[in-house]
């Protein structure tokens, strides 16, 4: 999303030393019941955020009233990002964690030197992925932002740094600087001067058109070795340590809140020029999150979008929901609302494994419950189906029942995606966890990132009964799912992630 004029880095000259890069700051406080969580609060230039025209998604614009590090700490590559350890080994990005040892480099007197440096923060985020291809059969996968050291400077896929500043571009034909895959005695490098050659060039740099999570860590040194190649460290963690904020852990939770954020949205919506389209909250960062519970954030903007005539929809993993149902209804008297549950996984013991630190199924089914007793349509995603993990009769039998029994209006049903770049991730999950499970999805994907037409058309065989068995066999009608959640005016359905 685009965040004209909500810059984190600009200067803002009337702030408080020590705080003039994160524009409108009114304080920053660690409160009573968030135990390692920090929040920001700023007063925001403006909330309503349009979206790219190159995006597929079926709505125009959001709003986002909390920014949170999974946002703000955008330098991040793939899981399956080999990392040169402090001991001589490769690790899996994914499985770096704080307190190791890793390699990185340091200038002396101009020239480039190994150094064992410490980890002191990892975190995990969701954003767009760039593949790119060098001449040793090196493949990278990162975001446009992450900056890899070329023999020109810190260069990045995308020439963009978060907030849309123009950075330079890594291109073809660039020398990326690096030691090289082919390591041999790795322990032996600390101290080492970075040879001459050590160099390999860029074929290809390819945007995959697809959102995958993404791992990144803070080091000592700034930097560490990723695939072989001298990578960056977060530039938004570094900064905020002048602002006496913690560059380690903590940062992973600390939120920036625009607390003035339904006053600002009101003057927005009133402008003659907005043309009362489709808002939709909760693509970019949970609305009902818990700082919500703190902050009230909502109330507002529900009202200050009802007022304007504006239609809006909600999409949430969040049970923090149920507390303005009241107010939801009352809004839906004046413009369409819409209202949607992203549930993946509906087994306990695998959401614990893949969607880590969100609601609970049970929790997600019962908020669904509670917007149909509120009057509400409520659409329910549940996807992705996970070949041999949760295609059985029994499980999806098992999942739809819940969804029903919940009272949904209609579920949409979609097989896992593997397109380049989540592929990587979730292969590298598999491997991990279920090894045994390897070959076959070997097998099932073994031309792209669509499961073969017979297995669409088994599952869909599958699931039809079932659909019908617990009535969700009807087409899904306008009012009851949030934009992301079923086509819109997309070639095909959206995947949602399973983080």
């Not at 998604?57 to 986002?64: G, H």
């Not at 860029?202 to 995958?212: A, F, K, Q, R, W």
């Amino acid at each position: 999303m685009r965040w004209y004029k909500q810059q984190l880095d600009a200067e803002d000259t009337q702030a408080l030393p020590g705080l003039t890069r994160l524009p409108g700051l009114i304080r920053s406080v660690t409160p009573p019941g968030f135990a390692g969580v920090t929040f920001h609060e700023v007063n925001a230039r403006s909330v309503l955020n349009e979206v790219p025209a190159s995006s597929v998604v079926p709505f125009r614009w959001t709003v986002n009233p909390y920014r949170g590090c999974t946002h703000a700490c955008r330098y991040c590559m793939s899981g399956d990002t080999q990392v040169l350890m402090g001991y001589g080994r490769v690790k899996r990005l994914a499985a770096v964690r704080v307190g190791d040892l890793v390699y990185g480099t340091e200038l002396r007197d101009g020239i480039r030197h190994f150094v064992r440096t410490e980890v002191t923060a990892h975190w995990q985020t969701v954003q767009p992925a760039f593949r790119v291809d060098l001449e040793d059969g090196t493949k990278l996968v990162a975001s446009g932002d992450h900056r890899i050291l070329t023999a020109s400077g810190w260069r990045c896929a995308s020439g963009k740094s978060p907030d849309g500043e123009p950075w330079p571009r890594l291109e073809a034909d660039d020398w990326v600087i690096g030691p090289g895959r082919g390591l041999g005695r790795a322990a032996a490098l600390a101290g080492t001067a970075m040879p001459d050659d050590a160099r390999v060039r860029v074929v290809s740099i390819e945007p995959l058109g697809v959102d995958m999570p993404m791992y990144d860590v803070t080091t000592g040194s700034g930097d560490f070795i990723a695939n072989g190649l001298v990578s960056h460290n977060c530039f938004a963690r570094g900064s905020h340590s002048w602002l006496e904020l913690d560059t380690g852990h903590g940062f992973d939770s600390e939120i920036v809140v625009k607390v003035n954020a339904a006053e600002v949205l009101a003057r927005e919506l009133a402008r003659q020029s907005w043309s009362r389209e489709h808002v939709a909250l909760g693509t970019n960062t949970d609305p009902y999150q818990r700082a919500e519970g703190r902050y009230r954030l909502m109330p507002g903007i529900i009202e200050a979008l009802a007022s304007s005539s504006t239609p809006f929809s909600v999409l949430t993993k969040g049970t923090l929901l149920r507390r303005d149902l009241s107010l939801l209804a009352k809004a839906a008297t004046a413009v369409p609302v819409r209202l949607g549950v992203s549930i993946a996984i509906v087994d306990d013991p695998l959401h614990r494994l893949l969607e880590p630190g969100t609601a609970a199924p049970r929790s997600r089914l019962g908020l669904v419950q509670a917007i149909r007793q509120a009057g509400f349509d409520c659409g329910v995603m549940l996807a992705p189906v996970l070949p041999l993990l949760t295609d059985s009769a029994e499980q999806l039998d098992a999942a739809i029942a819940s969804i029903a029994a919940a009272g949904a209006t209609h579920v949409t049903v979609l097989p896992l995606h593997l397109r380049p770049g989540a592929r990587e991730w979730f292969m590298a999950w598999l491997r991990s966890d279920r090894p045994d499970l390897v070959p076959a999805y070997d097998h099932l994907y073994a031309r792209g990132a669509y499961l073969p037409p017979a297995y669409r058309d088994w599952l869909a065989d599958r699931v039809r009964p079932l659909l019908a068995r617990h009535g969700l066999d009807q087409t899904p009608g306008t009012r009851d799912t949030h934009g992301p959640v079923q086509a819109g005016g997309a070639e095909e359905p959206v995947q949602l992630t399973l983080l």
